[in-house]
């Protein structure tokens, strides 16, 4: 352990994750309920590489764009895709998701760290929650942030200063770790840290200041953060 990590000032700050794709490979999963979808329909079956981009944003986002691949378009067609998809989801949504290596340890050196836990993700919560449980993550976080909790989605920064507010930790003590420019666009709109998880789907994001390659390399990267901030506050 590093004398930053045993020196890390009392208020450890909030370590707040981006799901798929940062703490948790969803994308098989994701990408074979759509397709299932997709050929109770008649349609083609998208590419992997489509799910991967739509991971994130949420919303009508992958039935969209598998939609538009299959050379078809039409809101009524849109809804019956995404109904069928969301079902076929949530039937399997765990069935080959699996925690990102290390990801278990890092998040326990963090809390050891004194750091507050918070996921702040665009997935609904009637898919976050029981994923989070399957995967042994129920009752980690000391806030969970859903696509769904607020009327506002990443990257608006809204649903990061709610997490905040609710732990009662300050944003310059605050960093979100994710994978996606929208999970950039949402911390540099919320005041806060953004540490690129470079595992994970996004792409575009190469050259960030901060980032780790893998989960485990985050515990040593949080100290050097929290003493940095502890020193820009002595400073002002």
């Not at 079956?45 to 969209?64: K, V, Y």
């Not at 039409?74 to 895709?81: F, I, N, R, S, T």
Request: charged residues 20%; hydrophobic residues 50%; contains cysteine.
């Amino acid at each position: 352990m590093s004398d930053d990590m045993m020196n890390t000032p009392a208020d450890a700050g909030l370590a707040l994750f981006d799901l798929d794709g940062t703490l948790v490979d969803t994308l098989d999963d994701v990408a074979m309920a759509m397709n299932r979808a997709l050929r109770e329909l008649g349609l083609p079956e998208a590419e992997t590489a489509l799910a991967r981009e739509c991971l994130g944003l949420g919303g009508l986002a992958f039935p969209r764009a598998a939609l538009a691949r299959a050379g078809r378009e039409g809101e009524a067609l849109l809804a019956d895709l995404n109904a069928r998809y969301l079902e076929h989801y949530a039937q399997s949504l765990a069935e080959h998701s699996r925690l990102y290596p290390g990801a278990a340890a890092a998040l326990d050196a963090l809390v050891a760290q004194g750091a507050a836990l918070g996921l702040c993700t665009n997935k609904l919560s009637r898919f976050t929650l029981p994923l989070l449980d399957s995967l042994g993550l129920a009752g980690r976080f000391d806030v969970i942030v859903c696509g769904d909790t607020l009327d506002w989605k990443k990257p608006d920064p809204r649903p990061l200063l709610h997490a905040v507010q609710l732990v009662g930790r300050a944003p310059d003590v605050a960093a979100l770790v994710g994978d996606t420019a929208i999970d950039r666009q949402a911390a540099q709109a919320a005041g806060m840290r953004f540490i690129h998880a470079r595992h994970g789907y996004g792409e575009g994001l190469d050259g960030e200041a901060w980032s780790v390659g893998a989960l485990g390399e985050l515990p040593a990267l949080w100290a050097d953060f929290i003493t940095g901030a502890a020193r820009r506050r002595a400073i002002a």
